[in-house]
């Protein structure tokens, strides 16, 4: 495809385009080839711009947020990589809180906690974006990101903006299921109480999530689905497969359900060492584990 036709098609779009850019840098694993095309659009009308511009190509398209739950293969990602940093702002209006796509976990939980909103806590310690929070319904034993969603703003598969209420939602366990759209922004519903209670609440979190997950370390988060009645980690250390090693990778120590890169590690090794885990599990207990993390191209 000729470089200038995504440009010409994406007409006024407000926003960066690029070419071959290099996904390993921005991803929590570190892993990874370039995208064929990245974009940064300014505003949710120009991601609105986009999807239809691809559509109108037939070229495939990947929401990219913090980068927290993707494995990225050696050879990059054939397409476009869409980026939503730039859709960043957070604004109250009571006790309902609107961010954007790109705005951190993080960056929303120390906001709530300022003006003495409660609620977000639960999702303590998850390294992602409210875009890509939203997409996979991410959460802990705590809670999920649906629990407190009372409106959301999506680019659908079409290219047109659209506002979902609840009974539009059908989020299932780390699923959004977003029937192929695009989420820009989320509203919340959350309730009041000391901005000091709040943070007591989250500093504790975060100290267990900080003493049982590695979390100072290069992974992806969880790698398996916990299977109906148990957990993926117990499984996985009852086979034996803690500090298992391909190449780089290594099963966790700490917590068997995180995969760490120690630095120069491949997706192929990620795989291999996956499917060894998924094997022994097999063998000692007889369940199939499936991935909770998610494989961009090939």
């Known amino acids: 495809m000729p470089d200038c036709d995504l440009r010409a098609a994406l007409g006024g779009m407000r ?17 990874g080839g370039p995208a064929d095309w990245f974009v940064e659009p300014y505003a949710e ?10 559509r109108e190509l037939d070229l495939p398209l990947r929401a990219l947020g913090g980068g927290s739950n993707i494995v ?54 998850i390294p992602a974006m409210v875009g890509g929070a939203v997409a996979m319904n991410a959460g802990t034993r705590d809670g999920e990101t649906f629990d407190l969603l009372v409106s959301l703003t999506v680019v659908d598969a079409a290219g047109a ?22 989420a820009v922004q989320a509203t919340f ?22 003493a049982t997950q590695p979390v100072s370390q290069r992974s992806v988060g969880c790698v398996f689905r916990n299977p109906t009645g148990d957990a993926a980690g117990r499984l996985i250390e009852a086979a034996g497969c803690k500090t298992l090693r391909h190449g780089a990778l290594e099963v966790s120590g700490l917590h068997a359900n995180y995969i760490v890169n120690h630095g120069g590690g491949t997706a192929a090794d990620f795989v291999a060492l996956m499917r060894e885990v998924q094997r022994r599990v097999r063998d000692d207990s007889g369940v199939q584990l499936e991935p909770e993390v998610k494989f961009w191209g090939e």
């Open 15 to 31: 926003g960066v385009v690029r070419q071959n850019v290099p996904l390993a840098p921005l991803t929590h694993l570190r892993i």
């Open 161 to 182: 903006l659209e506002v979902r209420g609840p009974d539009r939602f059908a989020a299932t366990y780390r699923d959004g299921r977003l029937q192929g759209a695009i």
């Open 189 to 210: 519903v959350l309730e009041p109480d000391d901005p000091m209670a709040i943070f007591e609440r989250f500093s504790a979190s975060l100290k267990k999530r900080n």
């Open 72 to 125: 990225v293969a050696d050879s990059g990602v054939r397409g476009v990589v869409v980026h939503l940093g730039n859709l960043n702002r957070i604004v109250r209006d009571g006790h309902r809180i609107t961010a954007g796509a790109g705005v951190t976990l993080p960056s929303l939980l120390r906001a709530t906690k300022e003006v003495g909103l409660a609620g977000l806590e639960r999702l303590t310690g």
């Open 45 to 54: 009308e120009d991601v609105a711009v986009l999807v239809r511009a691809c």
